[in-house]
């Protein structure tokens, strides 16, 4: 058996995660007990969520403790098995940290793909975690008509990119939130934005002055990824029976101390133009999920949702990937490929097969880590 | 013909309103020309809300002027008539001025009332805006379910009793956010309160302590008469998909200047409890009004809601009622009587009568009062 080459996680970060906080280890493989099965990680995930699990919180399940492999979602297939409901070459979803292979006893713990509704990378993003929280928070909570305007903080993001594309094949009229005026001019080429506004550097005033001139029929719907300064700029722009979408990002940092986080209320706004605000977390649409993904996979085969992936290769540029991520130059999805997929070996029926009456996706833990 | 003796509106206040805004007058009636009609006024309704028409504000219609007679919404009863439209005897509820008659042309800017679905001076409280207010705010934004729990700011005010009473009668657990303790004891004596929580005096987390304890197991439904520091208080104890209703009073005044009103933003408690936060302006619920009066009058007849009614008679005691009114001090609903209705002489058929079937409340003009 050859050995598993894996990412360290050493110690906790002082504030911003620096490179210091991992290490290149390898250990030998272990023999199978029962009930256990060994897969090879072949796709590994790279998400701002993880540095929320790197954090001492007594209490928490799903922490990285230093001396720990890191964590890491990713697309694995099984290559032995003692355990009955696991076949070998089953592509599988789940946990399965920043190594080469990953040993489990815990199939509940990973979600089976089917190889035939979409790609396994595209489970990592547009109909995963991804895919599903734009869906969601855009049909269940934004609830749009054609012809209304969709506006969206981080609108470079994974999830800002497929939000617009869904509400540009809806017929919305969708407008970017970004960082930089470069990234303006690169979100209205590549995913369809109708017109993009970068904040940095701008005040709230002016911020809502761009605002203006990019909704000339004001906010229909708010698909609002960063909450803060950038959402008071927002408020002057509602038009009546607004829908703000509360996904959060930025935000979420704040969660243990939300006094923290000040600003204008927008109370009176909300009363007086009868906005719906509304929080959305993934995790409560686990019985609606098929079908979205369903909907999704249909999207990315007709060319209606498209996905950038930045795939780096081999275990050892994980770090590198995940700062590259984190510092947001990635161009796209952040991936890291360890391994070829085998799909002829996969024993799961393609589509229409029978996984999509199986709970197949996402699992709770899964859910939970967009959450956090 | 008689004189009409009013109250005339002789200055605008500097900040809050005092007494020499007003003067009580008295002039002759004259005679109706073709198309009016003279109506006796028999109820009035002192509102805060009237207030906000005092101030100097260009291109707002509704707003009083220096030398008016003050306005008041009523009830009055038609005596004499040269509109086809409106037959002597109709009892109507509309803009009567704080006067003892009023002639009109504007058959449209009065609702006839139907006295035999509810007493005239509920039309003013419970099966009017205040009861619809209740209605459509904890009903249709706030999908309450038996067993929740109702929390209500200004939880003694007209609105937040009628609510209470509404809660209560749907078996959920309620509890009211009032101004001192003595008024804290009164409700729950008066309005069925499980609890009652006081705020005069307290900072927020003193305030957020008693909220714990008058609610042990969260609250679902925030009916938020008040914003402010009030509400930032409650952010503390909100349970999963907790409905937020901004009905807004005293935030209210802000509305022309929204950056004034900060403090601490709520997404994150939004996002991470999926709370949804709506506001409700009564216009929008023109289209479902009749059942919602069918409904709230039955409740009244079946004594589900009761109303207080703080009532002074005569004209020349419209001023104090205003200003009891404004200082918190009315025993419930404060109107002022001036003549009484003759439903004998009312050509109207009583319940189940035609008036149902018609436009007959509330007109826009009403409807937008409440949202000032």
Tied chains: 1, 2.
Excluded at 276 to 294: I, W
């Amino acid at each position: 058996m050859s050995n598993n080459r894996l990412v360290r996680f050493i110690k906790r970060p002082a504030g911003k995660p620096t490179p210091d906080i991992f290490e290149i280890d390898e250990e030998p493989l272990r023999e199978l007990g029962p009930g256990e099965f060994l897969a090879r990680n072949c796709y590994l995930s790279m998400d701002p969520a993880l540095v929320g699990r790197m954090r001492d919180e007594s209490n928490y399940a799903g922490q990285v403790n230093p001396g720990d492999t890191m964590q890491a979602y990713g697309i694995s297939q099984v290559i032995a098995s003692r355990n009955s409901k696991v076949k070998v070459g089953t592509v599988l979803l789940g946990l399965c940290g920043m190594q080469q292979y990953i040993i489990s006893d815990d199939s509940d713990g990973f979600s089976k793909i089917n190889l035939g509704l979409a790609d396994a990378t595209a489970y990592l993003s547009a109909v995963g975690i991804t895919g599903a929280t734009a869906y969601f928070g855009l049909l269940d909570i934004g609830k749009p008509r054609a012809g209304e305007t969709l506006l969206i903080s981080a609108g470079a993001s994974s999830v800002g990119s497929i939000t617009a594309q869904i509400g540009k094949s809806l017929g919305l009229r969708t407008v970017a939130i970004v960082s930089s005026d470069d990234k303006a001019e690169q979100v209205k080429r590549d995913w369809g934005y109708d017109a993009a506004v970068s904040y940095r550097g701008k005040s709230i005033e002016q911020l809502s002055a761009d605002l203006a001139e990019a909704c000339p029929h004001g906010v229909d719907i708010y698909y609002d990824n960063t909450s803060g300064d950038i959402s008071e700029a927002v408020l002057d722009h509602f038009n009546d029976h607004a829908r703000h979408v509360v996904i959060g990002r930025l935000g979420i940092s704040h969660l243990n101390n939300t006094r923290d986080d000040t600003g204008r209320r927008d109370n009176n706004t909300i009363l007086a133009k009868r906005i719906r605000k509304q929080g959305m977390v993934l995790l409560d649409y686990k019985p609606k999920m098929r079908a979205a993904v369903l909907q999704l996979a249909k999207w990315l085969r007709q060319g209606d949702i498209q996905v950038q992936q930045d795939v780096l290769e081999g275990i050892d540029r994980c770090p590198e990937a995940f700062f590259r991520m984190l510092s947001g130059d990635s161009q796209g999805k952040q991936l890291v490929k360890l391994a070829d997929i085998n799909p002829a070996a996969d024993p799961t029926p393609l589509w229409p097969g029978r996984l999509l009456t199986q709970r197949w996706f996402p699992t709770d833990k899964l859910a939970q880590l967009l959450a956090r």
